[in-house]
T-cell receptor
Framework: GNSVTQMEGPVTLSEEAFLTINCTYTATGYPSLFWYVQYPGEGLQLLLKATKADDKGSNKGFEATYRKETTSFHLEKGSVQVSDSAVYFCALRSSSGSARQLTFGSGTQLTVLP | GAGVSQSPRYKVTKRGQDVALRCDPISGHVSLYWYRQALGQGPEFLTYFNYEAQQDKSGLPNDRFSAERPEGSISTLTIQRTEQRDSAMYRC????????????FGSGTQLSVL
């Protein structure tokens, strides 16, 4: 079956530090890959996505590249801000059959200190 | 409304009672999903609707769980004879449909079964 493995948190960084949150996946075929972010007390929001190998998703300074050879979709940001403090979820959706559901990783809590 | 609305925000019930959780999706959104999220984990798929048709209920853990969306808009997730292990955050999401669609999540209903 499909699965997503994320770097365990919590992660604590100082403002302007470089961020990497690792994500690897197991899936058949060519899944679509996503990063969702959850701010305190809110629902999950789509941060970025990539639908095929070597695609790079980007949004709000965050980037992730779909690497089929390493089955990875690591999230990066060059300079984090306090406002980036949140929980980050990596997710995939299978390309096979009629499956529409997302499979999520367990989430990584990020805290950015001023 | 502007976003996905879920009610109640919190629900505390005694073991053995039935509960009904409501989701009001973004107006016009065709697809509606229910997820369950345990503390410290990512959301886990429960079921999915396209308009009023329940397309996939493979994630419902047992026959105590059911969901409906009779008019293709508001959905209700019902849990009968609740058990303590049912305690979790229940999240609803909606989307406009199509491949690679963006999901919009509600803030969730926190269910506690005593």
């Amino acid at each position: 079956g499909n699965s997503v493995t994320q770097m365990e948190g919590p992660v604590t960084l100082s403002e302007e530090a470089f961020l990497t949150i690792n994500c690897t996946y197991t899936a058949t075929g060519y899944p679509s890959l996503f990063w969702y972010v959850q701010y305190p007390g809110e629902g999950l929001q789509l941060l970025l996505k990539a639908t095929k190998a070597d695609d790079k998703g980007s949004n709000k300074g965050f980037e992730a590249t779909y690497r089929k050879e390493t089955t990875s979709f690591h999230l990066e940001k060059g300079s984090v801000q306090v406002s980036d403090s949140a929980v980050y979820f990596c997710a995939l959706r299978s390309s096979s059959g009629s499956a529409r559901q997302l499979t999520f990783g367990s989430g990584t809590q990020l805290t950015v200190l001023p | 409304g502007a976003g996905v609305s879920q009610s109640p925000r919190y629900k505390v019930t005694k073991r053995g009672q039935d509960v009904a959780l409501r989701c009001d999706p973004i107006s016009g959104h065709v697809s509606l999903y229910w997820y369950r999220q345990a503390l410290g984990q990512g959301p886990e798929f429960l079921t999915y609707f396209n308009y009023e048709a329940q397309q996939d209920k493979s994630g419902l853990p047992n026959d105590r769980f059911s969901a409906e969306r009779p008019e293709g808009s508001i959905s209700t997730l019902t849990i009968q004879r609740t058990e303590q292990r049912d305690s979790a955050m229940y999240r609803c999401a909606s989307s406009s449909g199509g491949s690679g669609e963006k999901l919009f999540f509600g803030s969730g209903t926190q269910l506690s079964v005593l």
